[in-house]
Nanobody
Framework: QVQLAESGGGLVQAGGSLRLSCTASGVIFPIDKMGWYRQAPGKQRELVAVIHTSGNTAYADSVKGRFTISRDIRKKSVYLQMNSLKPEDTDVYYC?????????????WGQGTQVTVSS
């Protein structure tokens, strides 16, 4: 059974920092990429940052220069360092792992962790 264990969310003042962590267990297929998404009530889930097996990264325009995604391949973990947080970063953040085997993509999600930034 695949599980993505997230941690690191919480309440922080604007300008502050948080670090999200996510560790995957039970993923038996090769991991293609790992990332973080966020979702506000009534809105679509949006990509925040992604890191590929190659090490290439991509970020949403709204977080570029403030957030940094990293990973530990051996631990099957992905991290999101969030600096200079803004109230508009308040959302539930979800860890995502995409694995690939024989042309099929397997999509796994964490349970979500709340990030609240006060003004």
């Amino acid at each position: 059974q695949v599980q993505l264990a997230e941690s690191g969310g919480g309440l922080v003042q604007a300008g502050g920092s948080l670090r999200l962590s996510c560790t995957a267990s039970g993923v038996i297929f090769p991991i293609d990429k790992m990332g973080w998404y966020r979702q506000a009530p009534g809105k679509q889930r949006e990509l925040v940052a992604v890191i590929h097996t190659s090490g290439n990264t991509a970020y949403a325009d709204s977080v570029k220069g403030r957030f940094t995604i990293s990973r530990d391949i051996r631990k099957k973990s992905v991290y999101l360092q969030m600096n200079s947080l803004k109230p508009e970063d308040t959302d539930v953040y979800y860890c995502n792992v995409k694995a690939r085997k024989l042309g099929y993509e397997y999509d796994y999600w964490g349970q979500g962790t709340q990030v609240t930034v006060s003004s």
